[in-house]
């Protein structure tokens, strides 16, 4: 697979989670589940790796797997625990696992195709 389809992908996976996390997290704060401020605050750690994403940088795409571990947490929790949301926690934990797995290695082909990476330490010769 190479980096335009990964990054194609991945793009389109995280607006897809970003536009299904905020209509839920938004409607239960319209219905009166949790006050509205509650629900916006779980969109802010989502949104921001939003520019970076989108852009296509491979640093974001690296660090902003740690953030969805946050939200994969919450989808396998609510699959465990409330059976009225099973449909939108599975869709919501099997749509992160897919991103968990294509953004490191967006990030590792790209930086590979820029030249990014850990310099190596030169040996000193006595």
Known sequence: MNTTTLFQLSRIGYVALVF???GRFIGQGLNGD???????????????PLKGIITGKP??????????????????????VDETAFA???????????????FPFYARLRGRELGLGLKK??????
């Open 20 to 22: 299904l996390l905020s």
């Open 88 to 102: 939108f926690a599975l869709a919501e934990s099997l749509l992160i696992g897919i991103l968990l797995v294509s």
């Open 121 to 126: 330490k030169s040996k000193q010769t006595q």
């Open 59 to 80: 640093y974001t795409y690296a660090w902003a797997s740690f953030i969805l571990c946050l939200y994969m947490l919450h989808g396998l929790t609510l699959l465990y």
């Open 34 to 48: 949790y006050s509205l401020l509650f629900s916006l605050l779980w969109l802010i750690p989502l949104l921001l």
